[in-house]
T-cell receptor
Framework: GDSVTQMEGPVTLSEEACLTI???????????LFWYVQYPGEGLQLLLK?????DKGSNKGFEATYRKETTSFHLEKGSVQVSDSAVYFC???????????FGTGTSLTVIP | DGGITQSPKYLFRKEGQNVTLSCEQN?????MYWYRQDPGQGLRLIYY???????QKGDIAEGYSVSREKKESFPLTVTSAQKNPTAFYLC????????????FGSGTRLTVV
């Protein structure tokens, strides 16, 4: 079945460091791919998405490119801030588009 | 502003009691979902509904029940049959279609005491 595997955390970085959180997927057909962010005690918020191969999603300085050949959707940011500290979830939708499959989440802590 | 509201934010339950978590949305979304979140396990789907008066079991439906009497509302009951109910519960909604956007509520943290 469809699934998402993402890099285990926790990840701790200094402010202004580069971030990469790896995400790979297994899916039938052509899923859409998403990154969600969860701040402490809150629900999940959509960070970015890509709906077809080679699409790049971007938001708030974060980027991820839908790579069909490597079945990956790695999250990147060139310079992290303390306010980026959160848990990040990679997700995909199945063929019907109505059920999400989430990764286990990667906790990021950015220290000043 | 449109959104999805979960209440209460914190809930305490004695063992052996049923408890109902509220989820309301004013986004006119057709589909609604309940997820359970445990540390290190990500999100697991409990139940989902794509239309009023119809719902489907997710991966971990045992010990839970839902209803969908109105499009806006999708309450979740955690029954006494749920062996380990302490968790963070998230409700979400989305329009139907090939690329839905999930909108999440802010969650309810349930603790069994």
């Amino acid at each position: 079945g469809d699934s998402v595997t993402q890099m285990e955390g926790p990840v701790t970085l200094s402010e202004e460091a580069c971030l990469t959180i790896n995400c790979t997927y297994t899916a039938t057909g052509y899923p859409s791919l998403f990154w969600y962010v969860q701040y402490p005690g809150e629900g999940l918020q959509l960070l970015l998405k890509a709906t077809k191969a080679d699409d790049k999603g971007s938001n708030k300085g974060f980027e991820a490119t839908y790579r069909k050949e490597t079945t990956s959707f790695h999250l990147e940011k060139g310079s992290v801030q303390v306010s980026d500290s959160a848990v990040y979830f990679c997700a995909l939708t199945g063929p019907t588009g109505n059920q999400f499959y989430f990764g286990t989440g990667t906790s990021l802590t950015v220290i000043p | 502003d449109g959104g999805i509201t979960q209440s209460p934010k914190y809930l305490f339950r004695k063992e052996g009691q049923n408890v109902t978590l509220s989820c309301e949305q004013n986004l006119n979304h057709d589909a609604m979902y309940w997820y359970r979140q445990d540390p290190g396990q990500g999100l697991r789907l409990i139940y989902y509904s794509q239309i009023v008066n119809d719902f489907q079991k997710g991966d971990i439906a045992e010990g839970y029940s839902v209803s969908r009497e109105k499009k806006e509302s999708f309450p979740l009951t955690v029954t006494s049959a749920q062996k380990n109910p302490t968790a963070f519960y998230l409700c979400a909604s989305s329009p139907l279609g090939p690329v839905p956007g999930y909108t999440f509520g802010s969650g309810t943290r349930l603790t069994v005491v």
